[in-house]
């Protein structure tokens, strides 16, 4: 079932720079509603934008550059000398020197002997989640999604965000080895930890591992504390690809945000770390965007018990408006609309921009034989950004973005490898379950991301692309899709019918983060309105959007008939009345 | 039987009759707003402007009620036939041939037949109509468990809204027939300045210059 209606929200802020490469997206979009069946033979002409144009490929080189680093806001996190039992750095086990990260595992987990055990049950270390509730299994190691597809068969690159070491394949890794752990990633409090993918993949992308500062382990493996933004933020910040790609709601603008980007991390107000909100213990914490608490009706739970949950409720507690007529008619929207949906009215905030569309045919476009990047767009903050590589495609950006709005359950059905999909619509890679008849349904905003993608033409179903690889089937360095995917597919044992075409898909992105000051939050108007933001969220009956033509039209005849009578009436009276006084 | 000029709108009742008035003006304003007949302002506004109205116009009626019970001014609305038929056929016919209005306004029946009905109609069915549908609609979160409700405030707003174009065509109608009278203004100003002409009984008569010598004029 698709829902979602195929045109692209206009809202995004575009720079005039882009504007001829959006025109050939755009109308590629359009094109391909039409013409998806043929797409796949048709290369789109090169755009000739004009744009700088840099040879080579170079992805992920700003995750290896020094973050900022912040302490967690917890009573530990302020000042760890004062209130922590124990100085990392003075420890004999911690004096080092390590000469790489297994080395520093073996020493944390010397003492903490149980957090092992622990951390092979996360999904960073998993990559990998059963949903019990739709039977489903989920998790990088088998998704397919509608940015760099699948990081299945990919873990050469992909892998350099697992917890972990030396994942290159995730069917031959033994998940079971706990020196493989990688506990700098999360505690070290340096910032100058990095990741590198596993492999080093294609010649072409050799220029990824180059020049990059070496680590001292040592000093990092001392420097161990409660997750920071900094730790967090170095993979889920550059998620999809780059700075804010996937999520929207979380970029790098949230290392040091001010809190008109986020009114809980602003540094300026709250300054929250992410654990702040995503609580637990044992390495296992709350937030998870499989399975997310659509509707918390528990709130704060009794006083004192503090609740293992992400959710506005757990702190702002299920009735949060101040008591009064206008707290208490908001407090009647939150049993069927989100937080999220009145206090986060854009994402992609703070300069750094979200991708909202992705065109994958128009990638393996060469110069002089090499692949290459177009920059052609300019980002808030000045950073330009690339809106064509030969190794991915076309991309559109979006700044500000308001959400789309659906009615969410907190259920997603996602569109595997596996499943079997009509391809004149476009696929929804996660279905959102909820409908307004549901009550467990509330409203939720989304960022929805637009992707034309390979398929598998012949038996309908998504590929596996083998894109990373030193070989001549990689598609980052060959940039041949037929033989990517061929490899993709066998390299699983998938049923490939050998012929590929193009498909739109669309996948959902719950917008939690970015949450506005409360004077931003939305007014009553922006959906309270025919052509409101909820415009399109159907299946239920709202004040001021909704009206019933047959009431609208009795009523105005009601009011047009008194009027007529009255006035037929006076003019009679008038006529008469001249006439008489005539005779 | 004499004209006489009596006060027969006391200082409650114009009081009562022009809060209403204006509070019925901004509920229709406000109102047709909320409905998406147009937007002057945000619908933050407009419906905090319909419910201080609608709450203020509430309290007024429940002093009214109060009101209309003990002093025995209910008595002005009770129906009758009798004497209805010359007041519809003056204004269907009557009135165009330049005849004298029918009814004569007496100290306990100051509303004539047709208008008392009309009033009474009112008072009974649209104005509870769309305060218990208005009170219903506001206080929606309190009496919805879940999506059933949802279709039951369709269904409140539908009545709600129906019976907000009827109080409409009735103020178009009512307006309207102020002009009827000798002049427009001749017919407004009873309810300014609560004097009227009025037909009194010689025991009525008696009973205001003995008790209420304020309320007779002449």
């Given at each position: 079932m698709v829902r979602g209606e195929p045109r692209l929200k206009q809202k995004q802020e575009v720079t005039t720079g882009?504007?001829?490469?959006?025109?050939?997206?755009?109308?590629?979009?359009?094109?391909?509603?039409?013409?998806?069946?043929?797409?796949?033979?048709?290369?789109?002409?090169?755009?000739?934008?004009?744009?700088?144009?840099?040879?080579?490929?170079?992805?992920?080189?700003?995750?290896?550059?020094?973050?900022?680093?912040?302490?967690?806001?917890?009573?530990?996190?302020?000042?760890?000398?004062?209130?922590?039992?124990?100085?990392?750095?003075?420890?004999?086990?911690?004096?080092?020197?390590?000469?790489?990260?297994?080395?520093?595992?073996?020493?944390?987990?010397?003492?903490?002997?149980?957090?092992?055990?622990?951390?092979?049950?996360?999904?960073?270390?998993?990559?990998?989640?059963?949903?019990?509730?739709?039977?489903?299994?989920?998790?990088?190691?088998?998704?397919?999604?509608?940015?760099?597809?699948?990081?299945?068969?990919?873990?050469?690159?992909?892998?350099?965000?697992?917890?972990?070491?030396?994942?290159?394949?995730?069917?031959?890794?033994?998940?079971?080895?706990?020196?493989?752990?990688?506990?700098?990633?999360?505690?070290?409090?340096?910032?100058?930890?990095?990741?590198?993918?596993?492999?080093?993949?294609?010649?072409?992308?050799?220029?990824?591992?180059?020049?990059?500062?070496?680590?001292?382990?040592?000093?990092?493996?001392?420097?161990?504390?409660?997750?920071?933004?900094?730790?967090?933020?170095?993979?889920?910040?550059?998620?999809?690809?780059?700075?804010?790609?996937?999520?929207?709601?979380?970029?790098?603008?949230?290392?040091?945000?001010?809190?008109?980007?986020?009114?809980?991390?602003?540094?300026?107000?709250?300054?929250?770390?992410?654990?702040?909100?995503?609580?637990?213990?044992?390495?296992?914490?709350?937030?998870?965007?499989?399975?997310?608490?659509?509707?918390?009706?528990?709130?704060?739970?009794?006083?004192?018990?503090?609740?293992?949950?992400?959710?506005?409720?757990?702190?702002?507690?299920?009735?949060?408006?101040?008591?009064?007529?206008?707290?208490?008619?908001?407090?009647?929207?939150?049993?069927?609309?989100?937080?999220?949906?009145?206090?986060?009215?854009?994402?992609?905030?703070?300069?750094?921009?979200?991708?909202?569309?992705?065109?994958?045919?128009?990638?393996?476009?060469?110069?002089?034989?090499?692949?290459?990047?177009?920059?052609?767009?300019?980002?808030?903050?000045?950073?330009?950004?690339?809106?064509?590589?030969?190794?991915?495609?076309?991309?559109?950006?979006?700044?500000?973005?308001?959400?789309?709005?659906?009615?969410?359950n907190g259920s997603?059905?996602?569109?595997?490898?596996?499943?079997?999909?009509?391809?004149?619509?476009?696929?929804?890679?996660?279905?959102?379950?909820?409908?307004?008849?549901?009550?467990?349904?509330?409203?939720?905003?989304?960022?929805?991301?637009?992707?034309?993608?390979?398929?598998?033409?012949?038996?309908?179903?998504?590929?596996?692309?083998?894109?990373?690889?030193?070989?001549?089937?990689?598609?980052?360095?060959?940039?041949?899709?037929?033989r990517a995917i061929k490899h993709g597919m066998e390299d699983f044992d998938l049923p490939y019918s050998g012929e590929y075409g193009f498909v739109d898909t669309y996948s959902y992105w719950p917008v939690t983060h970015m949450v506005a000051p409360k004077e931003k939050a939305l007014s009553c108007e922006e959906c309270h309105n025919a052509e409101g933001r909820l415009k399109e969220v159907k299946g239920f009956y709202m004040p001021g959007r909704d009206r019933n033509l047959w009431v609208d039209r009795i009523g105005i005849f009601l009011v047009v008939a008194a009027l007529l009578g009255v006035l037929g009436h006076g003019l009679l009276r008038i006529v008469l009345r001249a006439r008489r006084k005539q005779s | 039987m004499s004209l006489h000029k009596v006060k027969v709108f006391t200082r409650f009742e114009r009081f009562w009759h022009w809060t209403q008035a204006l509070a019925i003006f901004v509920l229709l304003f406000s109102g047709l707003g909320v409905h998406g007949f147009h937007r002057l302002l945000d619908f933050e506004q407009l419906v905090w402007m319909h419910v201080i109205a609608a709450l203020g116009l509430i309290v007024l009626w429940i002093f009214a009620i109060f009101w209309h019970l003990t002093t025995g001014n209910w008595r002005h609305y009770l129906p009758t036939v009798n004497g209805l038929w010359p007041v519809a056929r003056y204004y269907a016919w009557g009135i165009f041939k330049g005849e004298e209005h029918p009814y004569r306004k007496r100290f306990w029946h100051k509303h004539n037949p047709l208008q008392a009905l009309s009033y009474l109609g009112l008072k009974l069915f649209l104005f509870p109509a769309i305060w218990i549908t208005g009170l219903a609609y506001l206080s929606y979160g309190f009496w919805s468990s879940g999506p059933v409700s949802n279709d039951t405030l369709a269904w409140v707003a539908v009545i709600h809204t129906l019976v907000a174009f009827a109080i409409a065509a009735f103020v178009i109608i009512h307006v309207y027939l102020l002009t009827t009278g000798h002049s427009f203004v001749e017919h407004v100003k009873p309810m300014i300045s609560g004097y009227d002409e009025v037909e009194l009984t010689p025991e009525e008569e008696a009973y205001l210059r003995e008790d209420e010598p304020g309320r007779i004029l002449d």
């Open positions: 882009m504007r001829p490469l959006i025109a050939i997206t755009l109308s590629l979009a359009v094109l391909s509603g039409a013409a998806l069946a043929t797409a796949d033979a048709e290369k789109p002409l090169p755009s000739i934008t004009g744009e700088k144009i840099d040879l080579g490929i170079r992805e992920y080189d700003v995750t290896a550059k020094k973050r900022p680093v912040d302490k967690s806001v917890t009573r530990l996190g302020e000042k760890p000398e004062d209130k922590s039992t124990t100085d990392h750095s003075k420890l004999k086990e911690l004096q080092g020197p390590f000469k790489n990260g297994q080395e520093v595992t073996k020493a944390c987990l010397g003492c903490h002997n149980k957090a092992g055990d622990q951390f092979i049950k996360n999904k960073h270390w998993t990559w990998h989640w059963h949903n019990p509730k739709t039977g489903q299994d989920l998790g990088k190691r088998v998704l397919v999604n509608n940015f760099c597809t699948n990081a299945a068969g990919n873990e050469g690159m992909c892998a350099q965000c697992h917890a972990g070491y030396g994942m290159k394949d995730a069917r031959t890794y033994d998940f079971k080895n706990q020196e493989n752990i990688d506990c700098l990633v999360c505690h070290e409090s340096t910032g100058t930890y990095y990741k590198l993918p596993p492999t080093q993949g294609n010649k072409a992308c050799s220029v990824m591992f180059e020049g990059k500062p070496p680590i001292d382990f040592t000093k990092a493996a001392q420097s161990v504390t409660l997750p920071g933004r900094s730790n967090c933020g170095a993979c889920h910040f550059y998620g999809g690809g780059g700075d804010n790609v996937k999520h929207g709601d979380l970029s790098s603008v949230l290392f040091k945000p001010t809190k008109d980007v986020d009114v809980h991390m602003g540094t300026d107000g709250e300054n929250f770390s992410c654990i702040i909100c995503h609580v637990g213990e044992g390495h296992q914490w709350a937030g998870s965007r499989y399975a997310p608490v659509a509707k918390d009706k528990v709130g704060t739970g009794k006083p004192g018990m503090p609740r293992q949950t992400a959710t506005c409720e757990s702190c702002h507690g299920t009735q949060p408006h101040p008591a009064g007529l206008m707290g208490i008619k908001l407090n009647d929207h939150t049993d069927r609309v989100a937080c999220e949906t009145c206090h986060i009215p854009s994402f992609a905030k703070g300069g750094v921009a979200t991708k909202v569309f992705w065109d994958w045919r128009t990638a393996g476009r060469l110069k002089n034989g090499e692949g290459y990047r177009e920059e052609g767009y300019i980002q808030g903050d000045g950073e330009p950004r690339h809106t064509y590589k030969s190794i991915k495609g076309s991309f559109k950006y979006g700044e500000n973005v308001e959400p789309t709005y659906r009615w969410f997603e059905i996602y569109t595997t490898v596996q499943t079997h999909f009509d391809p004149s619509k476009p696929v929804e890679i996660n279905h959102l379950e909820g409908s307004a008849e549901d009550p467990n349904s509330r409203i939720w905003p989304f960022k929805r991301m637009h992707t034309i993608q390979p398929y598998d033409k012949g038996n309908n179903t998504l590929v596996y692309m083998h894109l990373w690889g030193d070989d001549p089937d990689a598609f980052w360095g060959n940039y041949n899709f037929a | -």
